[in-house]
């Protein structure tokens, strides 16, 4: 079983930046694929933007290319993902995910909140 965990979160205002990072229970070289998701209060869980660790292929959402950034941690079980130039609209709690074969996992979430 995989755990995922995730921190960073907060609340900023437009235009500032935050970090998210999150933790995996083993080395995340492991994984098919990890991504971000984010979900807005009434609204679908979205993706923000997906990697491929072994090859580090990265994919994003239209809505934050230029602008977010998605990473492997420092260490080999954390995944990151750099926010900048946030707006109103990418207030919302953001997911860790992670997939090996057909297997799915989540953490539990992490609020970011852009507001004035």
């Known amino acids: 079983q995989v755990q995922l965990v995730e921190s960073g979160g907060g609340w900023v205002q437009p235009g500032e930046s935050l970090r998210l990072s999150c933790a995996a229970s083993g080395s995340i070289f492991g994984f098919n694929a990890m991504a971000w998701y984010r979900q807005a209060p009434g609204k679908q869980r979205e993706l923000v933007a997906l990697i491929h660790p072994p090859g580090g292929t990265t994919n994003y959402a239209d809505f934050v290319k230029g602008r977010f950034t998605i990473s492997r941690g420092m260490t080999d079980n954390t995944l990151d993902l750099q926010m900048n130039s946030l707006k109103s609209e990418d207030t919302g709690v953001y997911y860790c995910?992670?997939?090996?074969?057909?297997?799915?996992?989540w953490g539990q979430g992490t609020q970011v909140t852009v507001s004035s």
């Open positions: 995910y992670s997939r090996i074969l057909r297997q799915e996992f």
